[in-house]
């Protein structure tokens, strides 16, 4: 080896001088020029390790919001997403973008030197920065991580985010990530929401000519916008579509008569379908008085899956009970009993066409339906009047003052057969089963309506209640959560849920107790017992929650004006309201057994799997007390069980046990 470098340096000592300090001056630059690309590949490599990827799916200081499963459902900001998946993106919007954006896409490894090249000369000939050359890669990385500026620094920095990120996604990934975040005006990020905004419909429908549109408008949404520069769009419309051709993504022929049709736009920000779910999470989002991006993402107690059914199951619901109506509407609420938790929201008929979401925001009055309420505070304040005999008579619409200041008071709360009085008398757990009007505003006067009220306002209705005793029959307006959170309180012994939330991170320590465990035990076997009527067996058989000790009621204003059905299981509480807006009758014959509990049927089913965690009673003790019965209503194996009352008010026992009648009376009802 030592004889071959004498060799060497004698035949370069035969150079002349000044060609050996020239080759050694240029070995010292080469040398020199490694260490300094080696060093400066080193800080960049190493400035690039420290971002965090899952700022890909999610914008800069953007909190994410994600179901109970995990599945994205949109931000928690007022940038309007729709997240969309490469299935459900039609094959002409991701070539329209490919071709106007980054042709070399499947081809690179995250920079497209020819590009670069191309840039770099633009760029030398205008003496400072006009063309990036970046690709789709590159475009994500600086939308993710908020790079600004142009300058070499930020483009270099870019550049090996770009080589880092296709290292560690996949180029479907990729390129789903930039759809989906990509900015295009409006507030709108991303195509999905893009579509709805720009043009009324789901980017799975959108055409050959929208599709060029929404690719034309990347490079600059603002300044190419169809809204405010139409005839600009159209001519970057007309760029994509000459530049699919040069792709091979579409002929000559589907170009031209495609670049024939006028530009067509449906601009309607309301469109985008961030629905009354993600409307309320974000509400809630902003009252927690977080910072956007911290944290990164927000979980909901909801399924997006299940808001996927509410919207079909509300719309289908509504036709068909009033084809013609398109006024109509409606609310769904469910609640898990014991942490507060918005399993399931419906705000009404169509978020698009109205936003104003009546579950979280309604307030109406709850007519009958309020009457487990009533009965639950009125066990509370006078447990010795569970055998109380109320006459069963009509009453002087005086002492009610609901719709006129003369007359008797009607009975509209039943929905079986019409209420005959006996002229005698009635316990109050029998009026409850069968929404006896009359009897409950006696009731009300029996313990007293203002103790009464007093211990309704335990419920935390924000509304005050009326002070006449059409307060007792649902006459007064209430939230519609507030209802669905107080009757969670009769599902759990008389402690309702916490303040309901949507968020995880919402929840709040238990409540205080606002019944007894008795009372709301007594109610709750009233009303499992009344789930077993005849007219509520068809929905409840169609959807198998028949004979499962659920805790239902059904309910109306005396002037058909709103219709409820509220039930729960052990674990959950189900709110279903069907009605308009204003005080316009549902239909002359509305009852809760046709306009409410078809609903909350299919809803019950779908947030149990059709398997409800029942107290597992039997059809009740009343219906082995009650004799003789007055007669009862029969359909198939199901009755309603009627219940005769003691002669007098019995004060001083303990309702929950046995009651030993008096001679020649009927015995009185007990609660298990």
Request: aromatic share 8%; hydrophobic share 40%; glycine share 8%.
């Amino acid at each position: 080896m030592i004889p071959f470098f004498h060799k060497l340096r004698d035949r370069w000592r035969r150079f002349p001088r000044w060609f050996r300090w020239l080759g050694g001056a240029c070995a010292v630059v080469l040398l020199a020029g490694l260490v300094i690309f080696g060093a400066v590949w080193q800080h960049y490599a190493s400035l690039a390790a420290t971002y965090d990827m899952e700022a890909l799916t999610r914008g800069q200081n953007e909190t994410l919001i994600v179901d109970a499963k995990g599945e994205l459902i949109g931000s928690a900001s007022d940038i309007e997403r729709e997240p969309v998946t490469l299935q459900t993106v039609p094959k002409h919007l991701t070539d329209a973008i490919l071709a106007t954006e980054d042709a070399r896409f499947y081809d690179h490894p995250g920079f497209d030197l020819i590009g670069l090249t191309r840039a770099a000369v633009a760029n030398f000939n205008s003496s400072g920065i006009k063309q990036g050359g970046s690709t789709i890669t590159q475009q994500l990385a600086r939308n993710a991580f908020g790079l600004q500026g142009k300058n070499y620094e930020r483009k270099i920095t870019e550049i090996f985010l770009a080589m880092r990120i296709e290292r560690e996604r996949t180029k479907d990934q990729i390129l789903t990530n930039y759809l989906n975040r990509i900015y295009l005006g409006h507030g709108c990020s991303g195509v999905g929401a893009a579509a709805r905004c720009y043009f009324g419909k789901d980017v799975r429908d959108i055409t050959l000519v929208e599709s060029a549109t929404l690719a034309g408008i990347i490079k600059a949404p603002v300044a190419f916008s169809p809204i405010l520069q139409p005839k600009l769009a159209r001519q970057k419309r007309d760029l994509t579509l000459k530049r699919m051709v040069e792709t091979g993504a579409i002929t000559e022929a589907e170009s031209a008569a495609a670049q024939e049709q006028p530009l067509t736009v449906r601009y309607d920000k309301t469109r985008v379908r961030t629905g009354y779910m993600l409307a309320a999470a974000r509400a809630e989002f902003q009252g927690m008085g977080l910072k956007p991006g911290s944290p990164p993402t927000m979980t909901m107690t909801p399924r997006l899956e299940w808001q996927h059914r509410l919207d079909d199951m509300m719309r289908k619901h509504l036709e068909a009970l009033a084809p013609e109506d398109k006024q109509l509407q409606g609310a769904v609420i469910v609640l898990d009993n014991r942490t507060g938790a918005i399993l399931a929201m419906q705000g009404g008929r169509d978020f698009t066409t109205s936003p104003f979401n009546r579950a979280l925001e309604g307030v109406r009055p709850p007519g009958t339906a309020f009457l487990p309420l009533v009965y639950a505070a009125a066990l509370t304040l006078q447990p010795e009047i569970t055998d109380a005999a109320l006459l069963d008579g009509p009453l002087d619409n005086r002492q009610a003052m609901i719709g006129g200041l003369v007359g008797t008071l009607g009975e509209w709360g039943a929905d079986g057969e019409p209420v005959t009085y006996t002229g005698g008398t009635i316990t109050p757990m029998q009026a409850l089963l069968e929404s006896r009007t009359a009897a409950t505003v006696r009731l009300g006067y029996e313990v007293g309506l203002d103790p009464l009220r007093g211990a309704l306002n335990g419920c935390g209705f924000t509304a005050p209640l009326r002070t006449e005793a059409a307060f007792t029959l649902g006459q007064s307006h209430v939230r519609l959560i507030e209802l669905a959170r107080a009757f969670t309180a009769i599902a759990s012994d008389g402690r309702p849920c916490p303040t309901p939330h949507l968020l995880l991170a919402s929840s709040s320590a238990r409540s205080e107790e606002i019944f007894t465990p008795a009372a709301a035990s007594h109610v709750r076997d009233t009303m499992i017992t009344g789930m077993t009527r005849p007219e509520y067996r068809q929905p409840l058989v169609q959807h198998g929650l028949a004979k499962k000790s659920i805790a239902g009621f059904g309910g109306i204003t005396y002037d058909r004006t709103d219709a409820w059905f509220i039930g729960s299981d052990r674990a959950i509480t189900c709110l279903v309201w069907i009605g308009h807006d204003k005080d316009i009758p549902i239909s002359p014959k509305a009852t809760a057994t046709t306009a409410a509990l078809p609903l909350w049927a299919a809803v019950f089913e779908m947030v149990t799997s059709g398997k409800p965690q029942g107290w597992d009673a039997k059809v009740s003790d009343l219906n082995l007390l009650a004799v003789p019965l007055r007669a009862q209503r029969v359909e198939g194996d199901i009755a309603v069980p009627s219940i005769s009352p003691v002669s007098k008010v019995v004060i001083g026992h303990d309702p929950y046990k046995t009651v030993t009648a008096t001679p020649g009376a009927a015995p009185s009802p007990v609660a298990r």
